[in-house]
């Protein structure tokens, strides 16, 4: 079993900064994918960027240029570096991991953490 704690949402004005934070712990042999996704109140959860186990990352193109997915391997980590926060930024954050455990693949979800972007 694989736990996923997040922190770091809050709220901020526009065009502040923040950093959320997602480490992975429990039964884990090797950590493949790593994202975060959104939902905003009404909407459905959205992908916002991911890193792959080589260090490729993908954008929603909503936020190029302004997020930032850094993962540390050592530490079963995944950040997202948020810049220049618009007011439609407003959501719940969840980070996603997949990977292998002894028993086999995983995907897991974080609790989600609440960012809230105020005009």
């Known amino acids: 079993q694989v736990q996923l704690v997040e922190s770091g949402g809050g709220l901020v004005q526009a065009g502040g900064s923040l950093r959320l934070s997602c480490a992975a712990s429990?039964?884990?042999?090797?950590?493949?994918?790593m994202a975060w996704y959104r939902q905003a109140p009404g909407k459905q959860r959205e992908l916002v960027a991911l890193?792959?186990?080589?260090?490729?990352?993908t954008y929603a193109d909503s936020v190029k240029g302004r997020f930032t997915i850094v993962r540390d391997n050592a530490k079963n980590t995944v950040y997202l570096e948020i810049n220049s926060l618009k007011p439609e930024d407003t959501a719940v954050y969840y980070c996603?991991?997949?990977?292998?455990?002894?028993?086999?693949?995983?995907?897991?979800w974080g609790q989600g953490t609440q960012v809230t972007v105020s005009s």
């Open positions: 996603n991991v997949g990977g292998q455990g002894p028993r086999g693949g995983f995907s897991s």
């Open positions: 429990g039964s884990i042999i090797s950590i493949y994918g």
């Open positions: 890193i792959s186990s080589g260090g490729t990352r």
